[in-house]
């Protein structure tokens, strides 16, 4: 069947956000009286969204005493003001995302990122325009790898799961990807927590730049 849509994870998969992360999530704790931590020790915690990010942060510091709701809005309005900061998108993506729309092959993102947020970073970034929608963790009642995230996008484009290709770059992809019976493309330059070689997928990327020829392939 010829593939109709690719979706794009965000963090992780389009671009490099664990330093601005870090730097909201330590502000976060410092409000909390609890030490900082490491850019590397964040990066394992990314991919499950703002509240699981933050519960996880609290753990490792044992910040026992710190409310997790309220942490959330302060990381939040910490990460908000400084979101684009540090970010960039990974070598190799805008071109990859030009050879695609040049391929008339239709895009979408799909992050646990909350959605404002997820829009400000792309915009800013010069990404947006390729897009033809944008789901944020925030979008919907459920969020990866709830696989109905994944399934509602397909709905909108008209597309069957054996038709579209999820790329990401994280174990919470990979667990999306196989729910909703869609082909999954690992990046192995993102937030992997384990080996990826632990990773089912059609195919693990070292770079991006091979993102176009593989998806020729796929086309036949």
Do not use: W
Request: net charge negative; charged share 20%.
């Amino acid at each position: 069947m010829p593939l109709s849509l690719v979706v794009f994870d965000l963090d992780g998969t389009l671009i490099d956000s664990a330093a601005d992360l870090a730097v909201a999530i330590n502000s976060m704790l410092a409000g909390f009286g609890c030490e900082p931590l490491p850019v590397p020790e964040v990066r394992r915690m990314i991919g499950d969204g703002v509240a699981t990010l933050v519960a996880r942060a609290l753990a490792a510091r044992h910040c026992a005493h710190a409310d997790r709701a309220e942490a959330a809005q302060i990381f939040t309005r910490h990460y908000e003001a400084g979101a684009i900061a540090l970010t960039s998108a990974f070598p190799g993506v805008e071109h990859a995302l030009r050879a695609l729309r040049a391929a008339a092959i239709p895009l979408a993102v799909c992050t646990n990122k909350p959605a404002r947020i997820t829009a400000a970073i792309l915009e800013s970034l010069g990404l947006a325009e390729y897009f033809a929608r944008v789901l944020g963790g925030d979008s919907l009642p459920f969020r990866k790898p709830d696989p109905r995230v994944l399934l509602s996008l397909l709905e909108a484009f008209d597309c069957r799961p054996e038709a579209a290709l999820l790329v990401g770059d994280s174990e919470v992809d990979a667990a999306t990807a196989h729910a909703a019976g869609v082909p999954f493309v690992l990046m192995k330059h993102g937030y992997l927590r384990g080996p990826a070689e632990e990773i089912r997928c059609i195919a693990a990327l070292e770079r991006f730049e091979e993102l176009p020829a593989l998806i020729d392939t796929l086309r036949g």
